[in-house]
T-cell receptor, first 112, second 114 residues
Framework: QKEVEQNSGPLSVPEGAIASLNCTYSDRGSQSFFWYRQYSGKSPELIMSIYSNGDKEDGRFTAQLNKASQYVSLLIRDSQPSDSATYLC????????????FGQGTTLQVKP | DADVTQTPRNRITKTGKRIMLECSQTKGHDRMYWYRQDPGLGLRLIYY???????NKGEISDGYSVSRQAQAKFSLSLESAIPNQTALYFC?????????????FGQGTRLTVV
């Protein structure tokens, strides 16, 4: 059973701080990694994708990938109350089935 | 207008009833998916389709069926609804031509079976 693991939280950070969200995956052959943001009762929204080892920055968001450790993370700099949401980590299956495996999500609370 | 549209957005139905959830997309993507979301369990794949003639079961297909009527339309049916099928259902699409598997989601359907 291929798995994606996330700490469910909640992770609470003060406004302006860096929020660090982590994810591990079991399928060593996975090549594509995604972070989705989901507000309560809403649909998941893609915010970051990463395909190679290292860091990828987009505005206040940085995704980090370490395939050797099977670990992917999302850093949110200068956290805002509007960043309060559940963040879902998703990983593609290595067999190129076109399927994504999702973690259970980490709830982030940014306190003013 | 949303690129991936789900109807209905909310539905309450009785145990034993047949219900269909519909999904249509204007993104031109070939791949479509149905997910179910329950609190604390994340998103679980019910069925997926890579084109009109290619339909596959996901991890939790029991009690569900699907139909891919056209490249842009993918519907999910509950033949005889039961209370533990109460959940938030999402349709998603992806484009195999990109070589990636990033998925784009519809607004969701909140289904309650009483």
């Amino acid at each position: 059973q291929k798995e994606v693991e996330q700490n469910s939280g909640p992770l609470s950070v003060p406004e302006g701080a860096i929020a660090s969200l982590n994810c591990t995956y079991s399928d060593r052959g996975s090549q594509s990694f995604f972070w989705y943001r989901q507000y309560s009762g809403k649909s998941p929204e893609l915010i970051m994708s990463i395909y190679s080892n290292g860091d990828k920055e987009d505005g206040r968001f940085t995704a980090q990938l370490n395939k050797a450790s099977q670990y992917v993370s999302l850093l949110i700099r200068d956290s805002q109350p509007s960043d309060s949401a559940t963040y879902l980590c998703a990983v593609n299956e290595s067999s190129n089935t076109g399927k994504l495996i999702f973690g259970q999500g980490t709830t982030l609370q940014v306190k003013p | 207008d949303a690129d991936v549209t789900q109807t209905p957005r909310n539905r309450i139905t009785k145990t034993g009833k047949r219900i269909m959830l519909e999904c249509s997309q204007t993104k031109g993507h070939d791949r479509m998916y149905w997910y179910r979301q329950d609190p604390g369990l994340g998103l679980r794949l019910i069925y997926y389709s890579f084109d009109v003639k290619d339909i596959n079961k996901g991890e939790i297909s029991d009690g569900y069926s699907v139909s891919r009527q056209a490249q842009a339309k993918f519907s999910l049916s509950l033949e005889s609804a039961i209370p533990n099928q109460t959940a938030l259902y999402f349709c998603a699409t992806s484009d195999s031509r990109t070589g990636n598997t990033e998925a784009f989601f519809g607004q969701g359907t909140r289904l309650t079976v009483v």
